[in-house]
């Protein structure tokens, strides 16, 4: 399976573990990520407060780049990047006046028909195609899925899963072994891009996400969005202050944990980048294997 | 030849004031045929009338064109004015000079021209006109009426009591319907069961009623006056006449855990049941896809006990088949699938329960006989939440429409939580309060400021468990827009009223149009809400929109004239524009082919197939005939047939040349 890929400002930054992993379960699974050349910044949660115009002439010009590569699909690991450029097909479909106002603004052709695609979809049929047979170790937890804003609203325009209660994500994790939970903040804002002007709100967010996961037997929680990994993991001083108590819980890419199943080691999936230690789940892994082989 | 009269009507100032009305008629009198042309103020007055009648004799007309209003208006009195002279009626045409004319045009000779091309174009049109007799079809005298609900039952009580016979077929073993599962109504608070089942005694009783219940419509074919339907009239597995209703069976079958339906899901009932203890006809029904003697051929213990030995195994389904004169369609609603909704936990948490099932644990009758117990524990909630719009007004997950009847009933809800948990606290969720009606926003002021139910205005997020409560978000957006959360132990969800699953399938059985939410459509939203779009086809209740009892109880009544205006004759008349097939001397017989192209794009499904044979009998060919009781005279068969063999009375293809030549 080959794919157009748009890693995204994060994924070279804050969320390079998320790139690392990606690439090393693709290699794996036999998904081509073919990076679009000269790509930029999609705008994510500044460009669209900013301008109008702007907000949609950026992703517009990754999309150009991407139909360039002939590829139909355009894989978007980051949710706020997945969300601007699919939010910029839509608006640029309905309104031609406004894509011909693009086109001019970007200086490229732009037919609008490469499907822009999340992570969860694409690995869905990724490992349906050629993943599940190579589960090495069963990544046994007790997972919270944490979905979060973006990936699947609008509705009306992302057009992915229950918008209320999606289960995609659930259902990759059964894939490898894993036990999801239902619980209840599945798609809660974690405050997003408020983690530097209102800090304390993003703190006060996640630290209802984190202790309803906890209360709920979640040994880690998996994510598919750099944001809520960032405010999850990096600010969990910040959450630990506004809750008055402490999470030991880790949070995790979803490509991580399926990198582990898959018998990747957790450096080359970048779990030594984390804030959180994942390391005492890991060891728990690794006994509990270890019960299981001598009995 | 032809000898037409003009009469072109000033309408007062209305065609006066704008068109020259002495010149239209001058102009008009120069037209081939026309042998008389005059204007007058008032035409439909009396001395109007009589100005025509006199005319039609004297001048000896065979045609007549009345220049003044629309047709819909005045044609009616203009041709019994011409009958009235000794013209065949048919013989009188209208040209619109008002409405199509002096009300859309400034004064002006282009406004006078137009006058006259108009009176122009009819006078060519009624050269034309063949005199035609209305269409005399009899009426077979016996209502058919479909779902067993109040308004059905309300219909046929009303059909009945004024002498004519009814059919009344449900498909549930009891009549009774929704209302049946209710608690207390608003706004008197009585109760449901207390005003309902006299009625429901009364249709069992009443002579002149028929009741098939546990029976299902088949097919209707047929036309106004002479409907032919066939019943489906399911097997009780019990035969109706033996049973006694002495309930032995219903106590000793050994399977129990059935979930039941006119419980709403939250009491159990057994495999041969009776669905509520004051059913009619209260006589019970083999459910065999739970009954064990069906699924294991062992058991039979009510076939043993029934001291009537009514119990049939081998009993099948039977098929009847009725002729009607007229059908009353009251086939009722469902409350919507609440997959709408995941984020409130319908399904997930047994608490979390939709407004029916309220009605259940409200009722004397429920599964709690009354009392205000919780589905999960049977703990008494302290804290219930009741959320108006679950899924009405939600055009992103939900339907567009209001439910209408949930802001009464959730009041109602919130009222009798208070009355019967004095402690509890009821909280309501809503985005506005639609209480019209007579005593309706007395009734919710009354819950809110003497039975103390909490309003808040604002919708809910989500729904979840935490700690064994269900944990509520919502937005006060009243006060700030803050964002709230209430630990409950019970919530409600008013879900929104949809049209019942076999809606659809049955519209196409009775011929009726329905909207896109699948309720089935009146003639005319405001001034013929009780008929279909086909003749002879009424409806009452809740199938049409979502309705309250009194408003369906309304409309059942309203049908229910309609029925009995219908019976009222002996023959029914029918305007004759309908088309018809034309028939030649043989070897031809007609120049239609047989392509039956007509019959696929008949709406109203009135192509019928004739064959045609020699006298002895041999079939030489068939072609397409018209069904005049069912022809509505759209003309859609005249515009396709590749062979002009279908012509339209009244409007015929010779007819509709002439006019457009006129214009030329």
């Known amino acids: ?43 994510a949660s500044s460009g669209h407060a900013a ?52 086109r001019e603004l970007i200086e490229l052709d732009l037919k609008l028909d490469v499907r822009v695609r999340n992570v969860l979809e694409v690995l869905k049929e990724a490992m349906e195609a050629d993943g599940s047979s190579r589960i090495a170790k069963p990544f046994a937890h007790r997972v919270a899925c944490y979905y979060g804003c973006l990936l699947v609203r ?59 996961a906890v209360a709920r037997g979640a040994e880690t929680l998996i994510t598919a969005c750099p944001m809520c990994h960032a405010n999850l993991d990096m600010r969990r001083g910040d959450i630990e202050k506004a809750a008055g108590r402490t999470f030991t819980i880790p949070v995790m890419y979803v490509t991580q944990a399926i990198g582990l199943a898959l018998g990747l080691g957790p450096k080359e999936l970048g779990l030594h980048r984390h804030m959180v230690d994942c390391g005492p789940l890991l060891a728990a892994a690794t006994q509990s294997s270890t019960v299981n082989l001598q009995s | 030849m032809s000898r037409i009269g003009v009469f072109v009507c000033h309408c007062g100032e209305n065609i006066g004031a704008t068109v020259d009305c002495a010149q239209v008629a001058q102009m008009s009198s120069s037209i081939p045929g026309v042998v008389h042309s005059v204007d007058y103020k008032y035409m439909c007055s009396d001395p109007g009338q009589t100005l025509i009648k006199e005319a039609v004799k004297e001048k000896k007309l065979t045609g007549v064109v009345v220049a003044a209003c629309s047709p819909r208006m005045h044609e009616p009195t203009f041709r019994r004015a011409c009958a009235e002279a000794g013209l065949n009626s048919f013989l009188c045409e209208m040209a619109n000079i008002r409405e199509h004319c002096s009300w859309v045009h400034e004064k002006g000779d282009q406004t006078t021209q137009k006058a006259a091309d108009l009176v122009r174009v009819l006078v060519e049109k009624v050269k034309r006109n063949r005199p035609l007799r209305p ?31 009814v059919i009344l077929v449900e498909k549930d073993p ?51 006056g002479n409907f032919k339907a066939r019943i489906r009239k399911k097997a009780r597995k019990v035969d109706e006449k033996l049973c006694t209703g002495c309930a ?27 669905p509520f203890p004051q ?57 919507v699938n609440t997959d709408f909704f995941p984020e409130y936990g319908y399904g997930k948490y047994p608490d979390v329960i939709n407004g029916l099932q309220y009605e259940r644990l409200a009722s004397a009758s429920g599964p709690t006989l009354g009392e205000i117990r919780r589905p999960s524990d049977g703990k008494i909630p302290e804290t219930v939440v009741f959320l108006a719009c679950a899924g009405s007004r939600d055009r992103a997950k939900g339907i567009d ?126 001034l013929r809400p009780v008929e279909t779009n086909t003749a002879g086809i009424f409806l009452a209740g809740a199938c049409q929109a979502p309705k309250d009892i009194p408003e369906s109880v309304a409309q059942a009544s309203g049908a229910a004239s309609k029925v009995c205006g219908l019976f009222s004759q002996d023959q029914l008349s029918r305007e004759p524009l309908i088309a018809a097939v034309n028939r030649t001397a043989p070897p031809q017989y007609s120049s239609c082919t047989g392509c039956f192209l007509c019959e696929s794009v008949c709406p109203y499904r009135a192509i019928e197939r004739e064959t045609i044979t020699t006298r002895g009998g041999k079939p030489i060919r068939t072609i397409a005939r018209v069904n005049p009781g069912l022809c509505q005279g759209c003309g859609t068969c005249v515009a396709v047939c590749r062979v002009k063999a279908i012509d339209l009375d009244g409007f015929s293809n010779s007819q509709l040349y002439a006019e457009v030549r006129a214009l030329a």
């Open chain 1, 1 to 43: 399976m080959k794919v157009g890929y748009f890693p995204g400002c994060s994924l070279v930054g804050s969320a390079r573990e998320f790139n690392e992993s990606l690439q090393a379960v693709s290699r794996l699974i036999k998904l081509d990520l073919v990076e679009i050349p000269d790509w930029n910044c999609c705008g």
């Open chain 1, 51 to 102: 301008d109008h115009l702007l907000s949609l002439a950026l992703p517009a010009r990754i999309l150009a780049l991407a139909e360039k590569t002939g590829l139909r699909d355009l894989l978007v690991p980051c949710s706020a990047c997945y969300n601007r450029l699919i939010t910029t097909v839509y608006e640029l479909q309905a309104n031609p006046r406004l894509k011909s106002e693009v």
């Open chain 1, 154 to 212: 609008p509705p009306k325009v992302v057009q992915f899963d229950r918008p209320e209660d999606p289960t995609s994500m659930d259902e990759l994790m059964q894939a490898i072994g894993a036990e999801p939970l239902d619980w209840a903040f599945k798609v809660e804002c974690c405050g997003a891009g408020m983690t530097l002007a209102r800090t304390e709100l993003v703190a006060k967010l996640c630290a209802r996400i984190l202790d309803d």
């Open chain 2, 135 to 165: 269409i005399q079809v009899p009426v077979t005298k016996t209502a058919l009426v479909l779902g067993g609900g109040i308004a059905g039952i309300q219909a046929s009580l009303d059909i009945a009591n004024a002498g004519q016979k």
């Open chain 2, 174 to 224: 009891s009549i009774g319907g929704h209302m049946a599962q209710l608690s207390e109504t608003f706004p008197t608070l009585d109760c449901s069961q207390c005003i309902l089942t006299p009625r429901m005694v009364e249709v069992a009783q009443h002579p002149n009623i028929t009741l098939l219940s546990y029976s299902e419509l088949e097919s209707l074919d047929g036309f106004i």
């Open chain 2, 248 to 274: 032995v069976c219903t106590q000793k079958c050994p399977q129990k855990k059935i979930p039941s339906k006119f419980n709403a899901g939250l009491g159990m009932r057994t495999a041969i049941f009776v």
């Open chain 2, 279 to 335: 059913a009619v006809p209260n006589k019970p029904v083999i459910d065999i896809e739970n009954c064990r003697y069906f699924k294991t051929g062992k058991c039979a213990v009510c076939q043993k006990l029934c001291p009537a030995k009514a119990v049939r195994f081998e009993q099948e389904d039977e098929i009847l088949e009725i002729d009607v004169g007229a059908v009353v369609c009251a086939t009722g609603f469902d409350v």
């Open chain 2, 401 to 526: 429409y209001c439910s209408k009847i949930c802001c009464m009933y959730t009041a109602k809800h919130a009222m009798l939580y208070r009355h019967k948990v004095h402690s509890g606290k009821a909280y309501v969720f809503y985005m506005d309060i639609r209480a019209g009606g007579k005593m309706y926003d007395e009734f919710v002021r009354r819950a809110i400021e003497e039975d103390g139910a909490i309003y808040v205005r604002g919708r809910v997020s989500r729904i979840y468990e935490r700690d064994g409560k269900l944990i509520v978000k919502g937005a006060d957006t009243l006060l700030g827009g803050e964002p709230i959360e209430i630990k409950a132990d019970m919530v409600v969800l008013a879900t929104a009223a949809v049209a019942s699953p076999a809606a659809e399938e049955l519209a196409q059985k009775l011929h009726i149009s329905y909207d896109s939410y699948k309720f089935f459509s009146e003639a005319h939203p405001k």
